[in-house]
């Protein structure tokens, strides 16, 4: 992979080595007033950058330094899938820069960013597609088990509208209050919790592993499918008893009954489910227990002996079936320990990475789908941080 990198430097004396360590530049102090760079598709830069014992091999990339500040950062690719910038970034006890497999590594002990913005764009797509020969796609909930110490409260509104037999179109609005405990909601305290008129159309139910949401006609008409969950094993067990975990929530699937499909080639054919959105939504919530998280092709791991994973989520906004939706929110701290993950052309791994003050969190969506995520941190500290940079 083609590599480029161009700098205005500034040094008031600087040495040559050549020995068994090769043939190396050594700069006492360096100061950088603009540094732009490039790997394959990746571009990055930086400005104001102060290196102490700044060191080069010539034979290779290999740049070493006792310890670094740097002004500005950014790092995004051509693709524009992703960007990051940070204000400021110190590395008091040095960093490294190498030439890795496919691409750059940048190696420090210790590093702070202060206000990191971060940018992924999608497609997203799940990191283990499911074998050709299974006949159903493996289950997200699988891989969300770190859900299960979630506490705290969901707060919702779920806009159903119906085009109903005898009855026509008609449209549904019920607020949801969700008490979360131990990653687990009542679904049948939220079924009695339905407003009076709602609940004579709406029925939530467990059967045979599957969570449901089904409308009927009161009185005289059946039960269809609205949105139903598949729950594995464990989550089966719970629901058995009133609960289901909040981790199952991520495997919804609208209703695929000839009832609520448009119908493409009888136009007179009735479509019952007409629209679905999930409006004023207002989540707070805490990760209290070390838990594991396999993405991206590694792990997170949040929490530690003493220190709760996630703090004071607060999550807004509304999604529908179709068109645009947001969510926004915060987070009061996260503490992770992660191991090579990959964000796009990032790959990282860190022994203690923590998030102070996640001032913004912003998700855009296409329908359910999300097309974005946006992350704004007052400061993020990391030890034994090693960031490769290439495919």
């Not at 083609?2 to 205005?8: G, Y």
């Not at 590093?111 to 999608?122: C, P």
């Not at 609520?260 to 919530?285: G, H, M, S, Y």
Request: negative net charge.
């Amino acid at each position: 992979m083609a590599t480029h990198v161009e700098a205005d430097i500034e040094v008031k004396r600087f040495g040559f080595a050549s020995d068994d360590a090769g043939n190396r530049l050594l700069f006492p102090h360096a100061q950088m007033q603009k540094l732009e760079g490039r790997s394959g598709g990746i571009a990055y830069g930086a400005t104001d950058c102060g290196f102490e014992a700044l060191e080069g091999r010539l034979d290779t990339l290999r740049w070493r330094s006792d310890a670094a500040s740097i002004g500005s950062a950014w790092l995004r690719d051509d693709a524009g899938r992703f960007d990051m910038v940070a204000e400021r970034a110190e590395f008091p006890h040095g960093l490294m820069l190498v030439r890795a497999d496919h691409g750059l590594e940048l190696v420090s002990q210790h590093v702070s960013f202060s206000e990191l913005r971060l940018t992924i764009k999608g497609p997203f797509t799940r990191s283990t597609p499911a074998a050709a020969t299974s006949e159903e796609p493996a289950l997200r909930q699988e891989r969300l088990r770190f859900l299960d110490s979630l506490s705290g409260r969901i707060y919702l509104t779920a806009a159903v509208q119906l085009d109903l037999p005898v009855l026509g179109l008609r449209s549904l609005d019920q607020e949801l209050r969700v008490p979360i405990q131990e990653g687990s909601l009542d679904f049948h305290a939220l079924e009695k919790g339905l407003d009076w008129l709602e609940g004579r159309f709406l029925d939530i139910k467990y059967d045979d592993s599957l969570l449901k949401v089904q409308w009927k006609v009161p009185i005289f008409g059946s039960s269809h499918d609205l949105i139903t969950w598949p729950l594995d094993q464990d989550a089966s067990t719970l629901a058995a008893f009133g609960r289901v975990p909040v981790r199952s929530l991520a495997d919804f699937r609208l209703a695929s009954s000839d009832e609520t499909k448009p119908a493409k080639e009888d136009p007179k054919k009735r479509k019952v489910l007409q629209a679905f959105a999930l409006d004023a939504i207002d989540i707070a919530l805490s990760l209290l227990a070390p838990r594991n998280l396999e993405v991206g092709g590694g792990m997170i791991m949040f929490g530690g002996e003493d220190q709760p994973g996630l703090v004071d989520l607060k999550v807004t906004g509304a999604i529908r079936d179709r068109g645009p939706g947001s969510l926004q929110g915060a987070i009061g701290s996260i503490d992770t320990t992660i191991k090579d993950l990959r964000l796009g052309p990032l790959g990282i791994t860190a022994d203690r990475l923590t998030f102070d003050g996640l001032d913004q969190l912003e998700v855009t969506f296409d329908g359910f789908r999300p097309t974005a995520v946006t992350v704004v941190v007052h400061r993020v500290t990391a030890t034994n941080l090693a960031i490769k940079i290439g495919r």
